[in-house]
């Protein structure tokens, strides 16, 4: 896969795509991550990617010209999927829209700055906007990483066993069960004795009792989407019997 970032701060992407898992995969060839300097794609002397907003008021707003020529530019070097605005008005990027972006062969986000980007960016150019948060960032580098770093995990081989995705939260729409560690005992507080139990079947029901109890708990709002089976649907239905029974005693 090929990701290709626009940015005027290029070296804000060095630290994240410089170590851990994004770091290997690039390593091993299984993605390639390009951040790129907006100004490079100017025309003028003093580089200049803003100008102020037509029709008044404070800040500046990303011109349009220099994003359609790096677009253009990068187009120039192989078919591209998607073309990613990031933006706190976009589409909440989610666990399913990595995964859906992790299908794809080659994708370009922009990141903005200032008071946004000239909106024909976003209608003529962008064929998508993503926000990761309904709160504003001064700019897009950090959306883009964080949609880089959700991406690339998914890419087959980027992630080890050790790593697992397949259990992670969000997965199949439950939260994770919980992890421990060694210690069995630490300042009195002990890991549950089924995980020490050696008992697979058993600790198999429990994580599948504890991912659900949590995310009843915490995220009842996945439950209507998750992908249960039978014996995920038959747990669910008994700890929603003893909420209702705790609630009913209060
Ligand atoms: C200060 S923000 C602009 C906010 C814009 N004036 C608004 O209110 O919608 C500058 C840039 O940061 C990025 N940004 C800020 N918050 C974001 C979020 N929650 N998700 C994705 N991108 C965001 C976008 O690239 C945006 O163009």
């Known amino acids: 896969m090929r990701i290709d970032l626009v940015t005027i701060f290029p070296r804000l992407c060095d630290g994240p795509l ?8 690039i390593d091993r060839g299984i993605v390639d991550v390009r951040a790129h300097d907006l100004r490079d794609y100017t025309t003028d002397r003093h580089r200049s990617v803003d100008d102020v907003s037509y029709g008044g008021g404070p800040g500046m707003v990303f011109k349009p010209e220099p994003l359609f020529r790096a677009v253009d530019a990068i187009r120039g070097e192989g078919e591209v999927d998607a073309v990613i605005l990031t933006s706190p008005q976009g589409r909440t990027f989610t666990q399913r829209e990595a995964e859906r972006l992790a299908a794809l062969r080659h994708i370009v986000v922009l990141c903005g700055r200032y008071e946004g980007i000239d909106d024909r960016v976003r209608s ?15 700019g897009g580098e950090l959306p883009a990483l ?10 087959p081989g980027a992630v080890g066993d050790e790593e697992s995705v397949d259990v992670d939260s969000f997965s199949r729409g439950l939260l994770d069960f ?18 020490l139990s050696g008992n697979h079947a ?6 599948m009792r504890e991912a659900l109890a949590r995310t009843l708990a915490l995220r009842p709002d996945l439950l209507p989407a998750a992908e249960l089976d039978s014996e995920e649907r038959e747990i669910l ?5 003893e909420r209702g029974a705790e609630h009913g005693r209060d």
């Open 18 to 25: 410089a170590e851990g898992i994004v770091r290997r995969a």
């Open 124 to 138: 003529a150019l962008a064929t998508e906007e993503l926000s990761i948060g309904d709160y504003v960032l001064s």
């Open 146 to 155: 964080v949609i880089v770093d959700a991406v690339v995990r998914l890419l």
């Open 178 to 195: 919980p992890h421990f560690t060694r210690p069995a005992e630490y300042r009195g507080w002990r890991v549950p004795d089924v995980l």
């Open 202 to 207: 058993e600790i198999r029901r429990w994580r």
């Open 237 to 241: 239905r008994a700890l929603m019997q």
